[in-house]
């Protein structure tokens, strides 16, 4: 079955814990991206990868990581994470030449 | 700058006919899409406009103006599973290429008997 994959799904942690956030697609699709999504302010992109070692930064990347060393794993990293990125996460990947984004199940993350 | 509205919440009767209307601005112009989302859930990929004009899909269309900055999402013979949130996505060149999204807040539809 074609799909993206999260995990975890679910994550509460602390101040300052360094945490991964995995995502991986079965499509080989050459774009993946980030996104977080808050209450009242919709989908905001974090990071996105065009291909292997190709990564660029969205709207709101501060406090974020990513890489891309395999064409269908694009883990997102929260080096120190803090309350204010508390939110639900979502990865999504493109096939190039194509519009549709398909979206993983979503990682909320709760950091106290 | 960038900017892309819609109203937070809409209601419908089942059975009727609902616009939703998203108005944006960017620089970069590249593609307009509407997704849906269920609570809970991952959005999913609903239309795609780059040229003016209405794409239809079953009992759901999506119309764009590019002169206008404006588009809406237009669903016919609603259902109750229907309601969701819906998301106009923008994509714009000049924020750094193919695949960069600009989403709106989404409008919430609640459709009742």
């Known amino acids: 079955e074609a799909q993206v994959t999260q995990n975890p799904r679910y994550l509460i942690t602390v101040t300052g814990k360094k945490l991964t956030v995995t995502c991986s697609q079965n499509?080989?699709?050459?774009?993946m991206s980030w996104y977080r999504q808050d209450p009242g302010l919709g989908l905001r992109q974090i990071y996105y990868s065009m291909n292997v070692e190709v990564t660029d930064k969205g709207d709101v990347p501060e406090g974020y990581k990513v890489s891309r060393k395999e064409k269908r794993n694009f883990p997102l990293i929260l080096e120190s994470p803090s309350p204010n990125q508390t939110s639900l996460y979502f990865c999504a990947s493109t096939r190039e030449g194509t519009e549709t984004q398909y979206f993983g199940p979503g990682t909320r993350l709760l950091v106290l | 700058g960038q900017n892309i509205d819609q109203p937070t919440e809409m209601t419908a009767t089942e059975g009727a006919i609902v616009q939703i209307n998203c108005t944006y601005q960017t620089s970069g112009f590249n593609g307009l899409f509407w997704y849906q989302q269920h609570a809970g859930e991952a959005p999913t990929f609903l239309s795609y406009?780059?040229?003016?004009g209405l794409e239809e899909k079953g009992r759901f269309s999506s119309f764009l103006s590019r002169s206008k900055g404006y588009s809406y999402l237009l669903l016919k013979e609603l259902q109750m599973k229907d309601s969701a949130s819906y998301l106009c996505?923008?994509?714009?060149?000049?924020?750094?290429?193919?695949?960069?999204?600009?989403f709106g807040a989404g409008t919430r539809l609640a459709v009742h008997p």
């Open positions: 406009n780059v040229l003016d």
């Open positions: 996505a923008v994509r714009d060149f000049t924020s750094g290429g193919y695949n960069k999204l600009i």
């Open positions: 499509m080989n699709h050459e774009y």
